[in-house]
Antibody, heavy 120, light 108 residues
Framework: QLQLQESGPGLVKPSETLSLTCSVS??????????WAWVRQPPGKGLEWIGS???????DIHPSLRRRVAISVDTSKNQFSLNLKSVTAADTAVYYC????????????WGQGILVSVSS | SSELTQDPSVSVALGQTVTITCHGD??????ANWYQQKPGRAPVLIIY???NRPSGIPDRFSGSTSGNMASLTITGAQADDEGDYYC???????????FGGGTKLTVL
């Protein structure tokens, strides 16, 4: 059974960089059929796709976040990571990692999510 | 526009049928998927590729698409169906995944 687990700091200061890692277990991240995605959800609000990455390293990022987001993959550790720079309070959210089909937009496996607050 | 629009809230009497809709021009190019989210939990995929259900999803959930509108129908709603429902699709112009704003379902 595929499992994803987010890890990283729960508190980040304004203007700093938010860094999260998603550890994948139960299957290889080197899948020809899947991308690996980040989705966030501000408190009380809806879901927002941040971006996703293929195991060879090519990624797609939400147009509104492209200047601040980088997604990377480490196949040796079966992990992928999110860096979001210059954070503000508006970036406070639960951050989820998920598996995304490369040929379609369905996300079929999700991590439990991690709350990241931006505050000084 | 790459937006997907959903009604913020819908209610249904226990055992009755309810339809949740999702509107957006990008649905003309790419199909919709549906997710259920309970408070404090991660979303769960319940409909993919317009009409298909993942293993373990009850058959009272069904999906359809017509033009720029996708629909999720729950036939015989149960108390456990309360939660937030999100549609999503892909904007082929930006290759971005797009989520609808979500619909909160209340079972009366």
């Amino acid at each position: 059974q595929l499992q994803l687990q987010e890890s990283g700091p729960g508190l980040v200061k304004p203007s700093e960089t938010l860094s999260l890692t998603c550890s994948v277990s139960g299957d290889s991240i080197r899948s020809n059929s899947h991308y690996w995605a980040w989705v966030r959800q501000p408190p009380g609000k809806g879901l927002e796709w941040i971006g996703s990455i293929y195991y060879v390293g090519n990624s797609d990022i939400h147009p509104s976040l492209r200047r601040r987001v980088a997604i990377s993959v480490d196949t040796s550790k079966n992990q992928f990571s999110l860096n979001l720079k210059s954070v503000t309070a508006a970036d406070t959210a639960v951050y989820y990692c998920a598996r995304e089909f490369s040929s379609s937009p369905e996300l079929d496996y999700w991590g439990q999510g991690i709350l990241v607050s931006v505050s000084s | 526009s790459s937006e997907l629009t959903q009604d913020p809230s819908v209610s249904v009497a226990l055992g009755q049928t309810v339809t949740i809709t999702c509107h957006g021009d990008i649905l003309r190019d790419y199909y919709a998927n549906w997710y259920q989210q309970k408070p404090g939990r991660a979303p769960v995929l319940i409909i993919y590729d317009k009409t298909n259900r993942p293993s373990g999803i009850p058959d009272r959930f069904s999906g359809s698409t017509s033009g720029n509108m996708a629909s999720l129908t729950i036939t015989g709603a149960q108390a456990d169906d309360e939660g937030d429902y999100y549609c999503n699709s892909r904007d082929i112009n930006t290759n971005s995944v797009v989520f609808g704003g979500g619909t909160k379902l209340t079972v009366l």
